[in-house]
């Protein structure tokens, strides 16, 4: 049966969005016409909008679904989220204003730009490239299993107004490129705050306080067991150093003004850390309210039931808003990022090297179409469990560009050869790992000591990379082999440089496959 009242207020939210997407095109105005416009903003985002457009890039409507569902299925290990988020912002403030200012200096737009230019290698920045599109698809199909499951809280059951939701985000990106989230990141921050805030004051007063709360939770889902410390430990670390990785986190940093920003907002994005815990709790307090899986969705019905029986319709359509419009912006984000490297480094790469800057951005237009229509059919077409499973490898994949990203911004020691082919030891690794639990589990368990030591994938993966490629780096320098020239400077990325005219308007080719390739 369906809410109308909450279903109106949905709407109106929705509305409100929606047109602030399309108005987004004449805000800060430029030329759509350059890639750099339309993908990154133009490089214009100051310290505000970039914080909203980072924390709405980063904190997904999967997020307020899937983590208070983790520990409404699972328990504490749920919270792994809090320690990851604290590791990884220091992470990011140490090594995000270097890509940050050797981009600006050389006017990369994406990080297989960054790797092309620094080992002299199409095919390692292929590689980066096609990871990076592959492993953001599955992502962007995960927030429309966000916005489904808040449309059944409401009580509408179909594909077609998911089909509508998409079709709308999809027209205002096409107009406004990265300006259409950065602008609906304001008010999708604010009401899920507001969402947040209410309910952690309003639900442990009806469930009787925190202390009635915990005393509902099992025993079994407040505390780790033993045998889950390594897993926990490795999925906090290994999430930490896989989330700047991906295109559209590198996207929200590329985007700013200065390399101040990125530095100011990598101090003040912890606030959301703190949104995290208690969107977490959300889920002890479904397991309080007696909140049942559902058929359909399973534990991710967790948020949405609680919200249904805790609130009036208006409250809950409200909520249902916050978390389908935090759904809105990252799904574009990342949409823009996939279609940046695509059109960056595949289709001018190889396809068409003197391409107009006018065709190079109506190529990556019209690749964020498809992006999301690929996305959209996953969930139409094929089991949401699809998309969930995909996401492991996802994550699996995309921390295996760390080695060539991170360390190439410190040291041009590592042979290209060596990082390629640690990125293809990693991947083969990682996807063996998740499909020997089908898909269903993040961890894997080494075979050292009597009981194995179990761990997140990724992270095992990762470092079966690194070992390949100092290993193969200290034979290819020992035989000689040609390490590839590097169009970078040291003093690329140091702040100094970071202010200078953006060459933007790069037209020499690149070498088509096959060939040997040259420095742009």
């Not at 442990?204 to 099992?218: D, E, K, N, T």
């Not at 595949?346 to 996305?375: C, H, M, Q």
């Not at 990203?405 to 410190?410: A, K, N």
């Not at 095992?460 to 200290?474: D, G, K, M, S």
Request: glycine share 10%.
């Amino acid at each position: 049966m369906i809410d109308w009242q909450a279903l109106g207020v949905f709407s109106a939210l929705f509305l409100l969005v929606t047109v602030l997407g399309f108005v987004a095109a004449h805000w800060r105005q430029g030329d759509l016409g350059l890639l750099h416009e339309w993908g990154l903003g133009g490089r214009r985002f100051g310290t505000i909008v970039t914080w909203f457009l980072l924390g709405g890039d980063l904190y997904t409507a999967y997020t307020f679904i899937a983590v208070p569902a983790l520990v409404f299925g699972s328990g504490a290990i749920g919270f792994f989220a809090l320690p990851y988020t604290i590791i990884l912002y220091p992470f990011a403030l140490v090594t995000m204003p270097r890509l940050w200012s050797v981009a600006r200096a050389h006017g990369y737009i994406t990080p297989a730009d960054f790797v092309r230019g620094r080992y002299g290698s199409h095919w390692l920045a292929l590689a980066v490239a096609v990871t990076g599109i592959v492993a953001t698809m599955p992502y962007i199909a995960l927030q429309l299993v966000g916005i489904q499951v808040v449309l059944a809280g409401m009580g509408i059951q179909g594909d077609l107004p998911l089909i509508i939701a998409f079709a709308i985000l999809a027209l205002y990106t096409y107009f406004s490129g990265l300006r259409a989230p950065a602008m609906i990141a304001l008010v999708k921050d604010t009401i899920i705050y507001l969402t947040v805030l209410v309910a952690v004051i309003v639900i442990p007063i009806r469930l009787g306080g925190f202390g009635s709360i915990f005393a509902a939770i099992p025993a079994g889902k407040t505390l780790l067991a033993p045998s889950q410390y390594w897993a926990y430990a490795t999925l906090a670390f290994g999430s930490a150093l896989a989330l700047f990785m991906y295109p559209h986190s590198i996207t929200g940093v590329l985007a700013s003004e200065r390399r101040q920003v990125v530095k100011r907002n990598m101090a003040l994005l912890p606030a959301y850390s703190f949104l995290l815990g208690v969107i977490a709790l959300l889920g002890y307090m479904a397991i309080a309210a007696g909140v049942q899986p559902s058929p359909a969705y399973g534990a991710q019905w967790a948020v949405p039931g609680l919200f249904s029986a805790m609130f009036p319709s208006w409250f809950a359509g409200f909520a249902f808003a916050a978390i389908a419009i935090g759904a809105l912006v990252p799904a574009s984000v990342m949409s823009i990022a996939a279609a940046n490297l695509f059109t960056r480094n595949i289709y001018t790469a190889y396809f068409r090297p003197r391409a107009t800057n006018l065709e190079e951005s109506n190529v990556a237009k019209t690749v964020s179409l498809v992006v999301k229509a690929g996305a959209l059919a996953f969930i139409v077409f094929l089991p949401t469990a699809y998309a969930i499973n995909l996401q492991l490898l996802g994550g699996v994949w995309i921390i295996q560009t760390l080695p060539a990203i991170v360390l190439g911004l410190y040291t041009r020691w590592f042979h290209r050869g060596a990082l390629f082919a640690g990125w293809a030891v990693g991947i083969a690794c990682g996807t063996w790992m998740a499909m020997q639990s089908g898909l269903k589990s993040s961890t894997f368990i080494l075979p050292l000591g009597a009981q194995g030591v179990p761990g997140y994938a990724a992270l095992w993966a990762l470092i079966a990379n690194l070992i390949v490629v100092v290993a193969l780096t200290l034979v290819f320098r020992a035989v000689r082999v040609p390490v590839g020239s590097d169009e970078t400077e040291p003093h690329d990325y140091r702040e100094e440089r970071a202010r200078r005219p953006v060459p933007e308007l790069r037209r020499e080719p690149v070498a088509p496959l096959g060939q040997p390739a040259r420095l742009l």
